[in-house]
């Protein structure tokens, strides 16, 4: 009922209209539009999708001696408003004024009436969720009328709202929405909250540029980090007290600190020195300086394990205290360090995501715009995934690099362990050789088939004992 | 039986529905009839028996935030709440400061809070996940960049590599995709490092809550400024579960009330030195 009466509403205004635009060529507007946007719909992304659920909001100001009683709006043929809501804003100013209404949709059109009429000079602002831009995305202009005083007039069109169609993505996403498996699985209020299927899916698309920058940021940031660390390593192990100092201050000072902290500090007070560098850019140099500390305690650590013999040695051939360093001492370190570094390594790749609290574009950042739009924390769990591409093979090799580390310093493979327990019983095998060798000696005339029976074992020992 | 003791000292439609919820005649003389509610309609759950648990980012001065000295939340929005509890008979507890985005989906879930008081706009998008209280204060969106900033109106922002921070989740962030769409959104944990880093040029502008970007711009960040008042004219309202419609209903009657008696204006007196 309600809705024939719209629609005759609509063919009347639009009737109506027709009539007076072609008597009124350019007739002055009560209701000048301001402006129509649309909400982004795009599952991780700022595009807005034509045959999706969406928020157009309309806004126009009523001109002075004006009221306006009815907007009718009107998109391209192919838009739906059928099942939208729509939220009426009157504006005088500042000021919000009492004004509830009735949206009827029809097809591609809204009307929209007021209980009371709007005020002159108030702005208007219409907010229609749920509707949809057709789906083959284009340009899509927001036409119209309004009735002020009794008559019925041309909105004047807004500027076009770029739309677009679907997606390849965003069809997956449609399809999982169709699947009783996936609504099965989202019914589950964990499943659903944490690990929604289509959002697993939208997150990994959008989320992959943040993990890049993320690796960006710390592979760029290690170079440095490793060589500054290696400085201040060897500064706190100089003979000069206050070169020890500086050194121990750097290095404790940001051991003891929050990365966070660091983080604030760069980016909120170099901008007040008049420093102004790139965000991504400050992000690679926090962290470089920030595991630099770390680094330079794990250097320090594994010179310090190489044994004093080996500097004694080194100065008996008659090396000064560079080539000891560079040719004896650095290179042992470097094999001995690798795991720890490793392991810092994936620290400061976590850590990275620390930066999203100063708004750089790294995979937490990524993950926090997509659960704000979508109230779900199923990015967060695909940004983990995303980390965890990074961090578990970098924990494999940890492992095996400590196991080869741990292989040599043993000496060499599986060869010494059998020597080993040969070593271990020789005494006794020794014994009893001595033995038989004293009772062949007895009987070495006729012990012949006994001697053939002394094993070969007895061989060995009496070679070891050579 | 405390619960409706407490209650009948309070005004008559207090008393009514004091009376429907605890089912219990003993307190109803007011003038309004219990019998004209239907019993069990103002019958609600909650987290913790006798007592309102509330949800906010307790970042948005001078409606909710935290007292530098004590700790202890303040703000209009806590003085409100505060008087609804006291209206139901109810305490009032405070969650820890939780982020703005994590508010809605948490009522809408359940179990860990009552009620979500945030300046929470009330959305049609946002109707659909939880209930709203009907509405409690008007607001606007403001637009704040540095004092001495030359880009100030939204043709100028609107262009690449303009960052414009918003709070993640708020209207202020749907905002600025809206209407700024060639800047770069930043979306932060809440309006005090939004503005932080307008003040440290580290982005062009911020985009919040008009009453909140005022606030700041007058007490904390001077050399900042509201360039743009943006006519939003949107609503706060206080965020329910679905599940609950009957502590809806209650909290609606105690702002009736609070309204009424002039309580909220009084407030709004004390919070924004004006009458909204």
């Known amino acids: ?466 | 039986m405390k619960l409706s003791c407490r209650v009948a000292g309070s005004l008559a439609v207090a008393c009514a529905l004091a009376v429907t919820i605890s089912g219990c005649g003993g307190g109803g003389q007011g003038d309004v009839p219990a019998a004209t509610e239907p019993a069990g309609e103002a019958a609600y759950t909650l987290v913790e028996d006798g007592q309102i648990t509330v949800a906010s980012d307790l970042a948005n001065a001078p409606l909710d935030f935290v007292d530098e000295t004590t700790g202890e939340p303040q703000g209009f929005e806590v003085d409100l709440i505060y008087a609804v509890a006291d209206r139901l008979g109810l305490e009032c507890e405070y969650l820890p400061a939780m982020k703005f985005d994590t508010i809605v989906p948490l009522i809408e879930q359940g179990g860990k809070a009552d009620v979500g008081v945030s300046n929470i706009t009330i959305t049609d998008a946002r109707a659909e996940q939880v209930d709203f209280t009907e509405p409690y204060l008007d607001s606007n969106q403001g637009l704040v960049t540095r004092a001495d900033a030359a880009a100030t109106t939204e043709e100028a922002l609107n262009a690449e590599g303009t960052k414009i921070a918003v709070q993640a989740g708020t209207t202020g962030a749907s905002w600025v995709e809206e209407n700024l769409p060639n800047a770069e959104v930043v979306a932060l944990d809440d309006p005090v490092v939004a503005v932080t880093g307008v003040q440290t040029g580290l982005y062009a502008a911020a985009v919040a809550d008009l009453p909140v970007m005022q606030y700041l711009c007058s007490n904390s960040f001077t050399d900042c400024q509201v360039a743009i008042e943006i006519p939003t004219g949107e609503q706060y309202g206080i965020a329910v579960s679905k599940d609950n419609p009957g502590l809806t209903k209650a909290i609606d009657g105690a702002i009736d009330e609070l309204e009424a008696d002039g309580t909220i204006a009084e407030l709004e007196q004390k919070w924004f030195g004006a009458e909204l």
């Not at chain 1, 094999?335 to 990275?352: E, G, L, W, Y």
């Not at chain 1, 095998?429 to 009987?443: R, S, Y």
């Not at chain 1, 053939?452 to 070891?464: G, H």
């Open chain 1, 1 to 466: 009922m309600q809705h024939r009466r719209g629609a005759l509403l609509v063919a009347l205004a639009l009737a109506l209209s027709g009539v007076f635009a072609t008597v009124v060529p350019q007739p002055a507007q009560a209701l000048t539009t301001e402006k129509a946007t649309a909400r982004p719909n795009e599952d991780g992304g700022d595009g807005v999708i034509g045959g999706m659920d969406t928020r157009l909001t309309w806004e126009g100001t009523v001109e002075p001696g004006e009221e306006v009683t009815s907007v009718t709006l009107t998109l391209p043929e192919g838009s739906t408003f059928e099942g939208s809501t729509t939220r009426i804003t009157a504006l005088e100013g500042l000021k919000r004024m009492d004004v509830t209404g009735e949206a009827v949709p029809s097809g591609s059109s809204i009307t929209v009436s007021f209980d009371q009429a709007i005020p002159e000079g108030s702005l208007l602002r219409l907010e229609i969720t749920n509707m949809q831009f057709p789906s083959a995305g284009g340009e899509c202009t927001v036409t119209g009328t309004y009735e002020a005083a009794g008559a019925t007039h041309e909105l004047a069109p807004s500027d076009p709202i770029s739309t677009i169609a679907n997606t390849p993505l965003q069809s997956m996403v449609n399809w999982l929405d169709e699947q009783p498996w996936v609504e099965a699985w989202n019914s589950n209020q964990f499943l659903g909250m944490f690990l929604k299927p289509q959002l697993l899916l939208t997150s990994f698309a959008s989320l992959a540029p943040g993990w890049l920058l993320c690796l960006g940021i710390v592979v760029a940031a290690y170079p440095f980090a490793i060589a500054i660390g290696l400085v201040f390593a060897m500064l706190k192990i100089s003979r000069w007290r206050v070169v020890r100092a500086v050194a121990v201050t750097y290095i404790n000072v940001l051991r003891g600190t929050p990365l966070f902290l660091q983080i604030y500090i760069m980016f909120f007070g170099l901008p007040m020195l008049n420093i102004n560098i790139d965000n991504n850019l400050l992000g690679i140099i926090v962290v470089a300086i920030n595991s630099s500390a770390y680094l330079a305690e794990i250097f320090r650590a594994g010179i310090q394990s190489i044994p004093q013999g080996q500097y004694e040695a080194a100065s008996s051939l008659g090396m000064n205290y560079v080539q000891t360093m560079l040719t004896v001492i650095l290179p042992q370190t470097v094999r001995r360090v690798i795991p720890t570094v490793t392991s810092d390594f994936i620290t400061a790749f976590k850590d990275t995501s620390l930066l999203s609290s100063v708004g750089v574009m790294e995979l937490m950042m990524f993950s926090k715009n997509l659960t704000t739009v979508t109230g779900n924390i199923t990015p967060y769990v695909a940004a983990g995934i995303f980390y965890l591409i990074v961090t578990l093979p970098l924990i494999k090799v940890v492992s095996v690099i400590e196991e080869n580390i741990a292989r040599s310093e043993r000496g060499a493979g599986p060869r010494p362990k059998r020597r080993a327990q040969i070593a271990d019983n020789a005494d006794e095998l020794v014994g009893q050789a001595a033995k038989k060798d004293g009772v062949a000696a007895e009987v070495s005339a006729v012990a012949a088939p006994t001697a053939s029976l002394a094993p070969a074992s007895a061989k060995e020992v009496a070679t070891d004992v050579c």
